[in-house]
């Protein structure tokens, strides 16, 4: 694993992105139209506070911004740490003394991600992974010159019908 020292010339080493559902809430029934109901995962609050002695740490959510005062909520209740939500268009790093939440994907010393995989510098196990992960063969049946065939323009409607 690649060492991230803190470094006053890099802002991104300054903080650590936490994502949060799934990772920091546990959500045993679903998505529930984003209701926030779940507790947290176990180790989580302890970890984020370890975390946060050390370093900025922002919690990153793919959920819409209307539920982001919400999770600010959910962590400040179950944590007991002062949040903020991301209200800055132009942010690229975090350097606070409280959790930032937000949507974006700050420059950041690590990401802790439920859903992540770790890029080492070899491609091709990245895209083995990639495509189990998303629940694809390791390589599709049909190649060219050794190559796994590429997904096409129909096939990506086929899943994705509101893309270009």
Same mark, same amino acid.
């Given at each position: 694993?690649?060492?991230?020292?803190?470094?006053?010339?890099?802002?991104?080493?300054?903080?650590?992105?936490?994502?949060?559902?799934?990772?920091?809430?546990?959500?045993?029934?679903?998505?529930?139209?984003?209701?926030?109901?779940?507790?947290?995962?176990?180790?989580?609050?302890?970890?984020?506070?370890?975390?946060?002695?050390?370093?900025?740490?922002?919690?990153?959510?793919?959920?819409?911004?209307?539920?982001?005062?919400?999770?600010?909520?959910?962590?400040?209740?179950?944590?007991?740490?002062?949040?903020?939500?991301?209200?800055?268009?132009?942010?690229?790093?975090?350097?606070?003394?409280?959790?930032?939440?937000?949507?974006?994907?700050?420059?950041?010393?690590?990401?802790?991600?439920?859903?992540?995989?770790?890029?080492?510098?070899?491609? !091709? =196990?990245?895209? @083995?992974?990639? $495509?189990? *992960?998303?629940?694809? %063969? /390791?390589? !599709? =049946?049909?190649? @060219?010159?050794? $190559?796994? *065939?590429?997904?096409? %323009? /129909?096939?990506? =409607?086929?899943?994705?019908?509101? $893309?270009?």
């Amino acid at each position: 694993m690649t060492v991230v020292p803190l470094d006053p010339a890099s802002p991104a080493s300054h903080a650590v992105g936490i994502d949060f559902d799934q990772t920091l809430v546990a959500h045993d029934d679903g998505w529930q139209d984003g209701l926030i109901y779940g507790k947290p995962v176990p180790g989580a609050i302890e970890s984020l506070h370890a975390l946060k002695k050390v370093r900025s740490v922002f919690i990153m959510t793919a959920r819409p911004r209307r539920f982001h005062a919400a999770v600010a909520g959910w962590l400040r209740e179950h944590s007991g740490l002062e949040t903020l939500v991301d209200e800055d268009p132009e942010r690229a790093y975090w350097q606070g003394d409280c959790l930032l939440v937000t949507n974006k994907k700050l420059g950041a010393a690590v990401y802790i991600d439920d859903r992540a995989i770790r890029f080492t510098g070899d491609w !091709t =196990a990245t895209l @083995t992974q990639a $495509r189990h *992960a998303i629940g694809l %063969p /390791a390589t !599709t =049946a049909a190649t @060219t010159a050794g $190559r796994p *065939a590429r997904t096409t %323009p /129909a096939d990506l =409607a086929r899943h994705f019908p509101d $893309r270009c």
